[in-house]
């Protein structure tokens, strides 16, 4: 089985900066890409990032280009989200994803999940 465990949310003030983290383990990921959504409380989940695997090629939502950046440690199965100047909007749970192929945006196209790591920002 594979599991993914998110880390990193927490509060936050607008302007703010968070580092969140999702370590993969049970198997091999030299061939998954790998993903980050979030979902805002009464919202559907939505794509954040992607990252592929072998040569970090990168995707991102129009909402947070500039601002976040996702990266990955294969070396450790890690893959990371940095969030800077965060907004009020980001606040949301955002959810560590992971599929065997190129990265895409869709959250059908996903096999895998996190449990999820919240992520507050006040105004």
């Known amino acids: 089985q594979v599991q993914l465990v998110e880390s990193g949310g927490g509060l936050v003030q607008a302007g703010g900066s968070l580092r969140l983290s999702c370590a993969a383990s049970g198997r091999t990921f030299s061939s998954y890409a790998m993903g980050w959504f979030r979902q805002a409380p009464g919202k559907e989940r939505d794509f954040v990032a992607t990252i592929s695997w072998s040569v970090g090629t990168t995707y991102y939502a129009d909402s947070v280009k500039g601002r976040f950046t996702i990266s990955r440690d294969n070396a450790k199965n890690t893959v990371f989200l940095q969030m800077n100047s965060l907004k009020p909007e980001d606040t949301a749970v955002y959810y560590c994803?992971?599929?065997?192929?190129?990265?895409?945006?869709?959250?059908?196209?996903?096999?895998?999940w996190g449990q999820g790591t919240q992520v507050t920002v006040s105004s």
């Open positions: 994803a992971a599929r065997r192929g190129v990265p895409l945006s869709r959250e059908q196209a996903y096999d895998y």
